[in-house]
């Protein structure tokens, strides 16, 4: 067997592309809004949908979608986790409010 002059090789792949401008920033706000602060998931949520909507438009000149990704999904997690923590505070005030009008 043999194998092509080293001239011939695969062809050269270029640089990668230029990650989104907001690609770092949703990751950041995904991971602070699921561990530390709730009220900044909806906002890694509506910017992760932005720039995935804007990367996949793009065509593959603009990358970063792993990192959008990662910062939408724990986005919406997060968004989650506060609807629910506040759905417990409600039904925590109402509980109390109706164990002590019955009392």
């Known amino acids: 067997m043999s194998?092509?002059?080293p001239a011939y090789g695969y062809p050269a792949y270029g640089p990668p592309p230029p990650e989104h401008p907001q690609a770092t920033t949703?990751?950041?706000l995904g991971i602070v809004g699921m561990m530390f602060c709730q009220v900044c998931?909806?906002?890694a949520w509506v910017l992760g949908r932005?720039?995935?909507n804007e990367i996949d438009a793009s065509g593959g000149t603009v990358g970063g979608r792993s990192n959008?990704?990662?910062g939408y999904v724990l986005g919406i997690i997060g968004s989650v986790?506060?609807?629910l923590g506040v759905l417990a505070v409600i039904a925590y005030i109402v509980?109390?409010?109706v164990l002590i009008?019955?009392?």
Request: charge should be positive.
């Open 95 to 97: 509980f109390m409010i």
């Open 26 to 28: 949703v990751l950041i």
């Open 81 to 83: 986790l506060l609807i």
């Open 101 to 103: 009008n019955s009392a």
């Open 41 to 43: 998931a909806p906002f």
């Open 50 to 52: 932005r720039a995935l």
């Open 3 to 5: 194998y092509p002059p």
């Open 68 to 70: 959008v990704m990662v």
